[in-house]
């Protein structure tokens, strides 16, 4: 594995010095090392490390020289864990991660006396690490994170979430066919905050579970005010986004049975929406859920289709009701070649399996009229209408009839 080398050391060899740059760490994998604080007469033995013990992670990470001199005490084997090979995957960890490492190292040098200042070698700055722990960006990104986790708990309760609705509406006569609940989180504070944002914390501390029951009920409740905008005998549908904790629960299919049941909402009025990469990364729990959702007559899209790489094998496997292609193929549609590839070989594809098809994020009316003369179905995007709150919906619709043919 790259950033991961083995040494051998004889009994006495030094490993490692009081003071010199901390550039790796050791993980013992065969024989025993001291590790010794202080020097000359002050010297003396803090530990005895044997086989599986891990040493030097604290230069290592936070970019000062090493706090002990450690010996072999036998023939010894270690395997080195390279500074960089740490960095890449720091890099890659949440900022709000990185930003604990750091408080939480500070803080375990300065109880043990062990200020970086205390010692004349301080390490080279500059480098990827260091300069990650000095970026204000990082920080700033780091602390509205934790507080906003913090807030997002109070959230629900402080009645600060809302849901905005968006148009799908029929390719050609322009007939609205359904809306999709959007989650908003009016900040008190910082005012308007983008699901993008809230969402992925949501996941992480756990919140999402509360989160998704308040957005199927309420999405459900605003719905019985929503659905009489079709005409007796015909009805729309309504969309929820749910991610994968939120289908991992234990009775999420009760759950919403439940809400359907307890407002009379036939269950074909309900779409659950599911990103590609959650369907991929969590397919033995989400496959069951699937079917017993579509078992209950509720329709399933398939979201940002083409980002996540699926195989066509378990489009054919899954009970899709319906392919959502994502908007970045559908903006591109025009001027990337790749783009037009993909979508064309979705709408192919799901005409072959019976499934309908959304083209989301539409902005353009040219792309419109491509996208209806290569068969999809549903259209969503700013073109028809933006995300709206509820009360908004009526007026939007009869401005929304007056540029296209009227609902009959
Ligand atoms: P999504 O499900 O792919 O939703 C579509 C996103 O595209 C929405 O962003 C919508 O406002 C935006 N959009 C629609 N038409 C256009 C267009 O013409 N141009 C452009 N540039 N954008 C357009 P939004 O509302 O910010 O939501 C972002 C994502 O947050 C959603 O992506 C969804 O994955 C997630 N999300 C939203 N609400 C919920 C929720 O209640 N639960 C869960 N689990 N996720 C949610
Ligand atoms: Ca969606
Ligand atoms: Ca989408």
Redesign the pocket.
């Known amino acids: 594995m790259d950033g991961l080398t083995r040494e051998h050391f004889s009994t006495q060899d030094t490993v490692c010095r009081l003071g010199d740059p901390g550039d790796c760490a050791y993980v013992i994998e065969e024989g025993c090392v001291e590790v010794l604080r202080g020097e000359g007469t002050d010297q003396r033995l803090v530990a005895v490390l044997s086989e599986g013990a891990m040493f030097g992670e604290v230069a290592l990470l936070d970019h000062q020289p090493r706090t002990a001199t450690v010996r072999a005490l036998v023939p010894t084997r270690l395997v080195r864990i390279e500074r960089d090979h740490v960095e890449q995957l720091l890099i890659r960890a949440d900022p709000v991660i990185q930003h604990l490492l750091r408080l939480l190292l500070s803080r375990f040098r300065h109880s043990f006396g062990l200020n970086p200042g205390s010692y004349p070698q301080a390490a080279p700055l500059g480098d990827a690490m260091y300069a990650l722990a000095q970026d204000r960006d990082l920080q700033a990104a780091a602390v509205r994170t934790l507080s906003l986790a913090r807030d997002l708990s109070h959230a629900l309760e402080a009645d600060q979430l809302e ?2 609705y ?1 148009p799908l509406v029929a390719f050609g006569d322009g007939a609205l066919t359904g809306f ?5 989180w009016h900040h008190p504070k910082l005012g308007l905050i ?3 944002e809230f ?1 992925p914390l949501a996941e992480k501390t756990g919140l ?1 579970h509360r ?2 029951l308040w ?1 199927i009920e309420r999405a459900l409740l605003d719905w019985l005010d929503l659905r009489t905008l079709w005409p007796d005998g015909e009805s729309g549908q309504i969309s ?4 994968a904790p ?1 289908l991992s629960g234990e009775n999420i299919v009760e759950t919403i049975q439940n809400s359907l049941q307890r407002h009379g909402i036939p269950p074909r009025e309900l779409r659950v ?1 599911l ?1 590609e990469t959650i369907v991929i990364r969590s397919l033995d729990v989400v496959s069951g859920t699937l079917a017993r959702l579509r078992q209950e007559g509720i329709g399933i899209a398939l ?2 289709f083409g980002t996540g790489y699926a195989g066509l094998d378990y489009l054919r496997a899954l009970p899709f009701s319906c392919i ?1 292609v ?2 970045t193929f559908v ?1 591109q549609l025009q001027t990337s070649e790749r783009s037009f590839h993909i979508v064309r070989s979705a709408l192919e594809l799901a005409r072959e399996l019976g499934m309908s098809t959304v083209a ?4 353009e009316q040219a792309v419109a009229d491509q996208l209806l003369a290569m068969g999809c179905t549903y259209a ?4 028809y209408g ?2 709206m709150p509820k009360a908004m919906v009526p007026a939007w619709l009869a401005g929304h009839r007056a540029r296209f043919t009227p609902l009959s």
Do not use: C
């Not at 929820?240 to 991610?243: F, G, M, W």
């Not at 989301?360 to 902005?363: K, L, P, S, T, V």
């Open positions: 849901l905005y968006q999709e609940a959007l989650l908003r983008s699901p993008m969402i999402i989160t998704g957005v929820i986004n749910l991610s939120e929406e990103t979201d940002d959502k994502d908007k903006q989301e994020g539409i902005e969503q995007g700013y073109l933006r995300p």
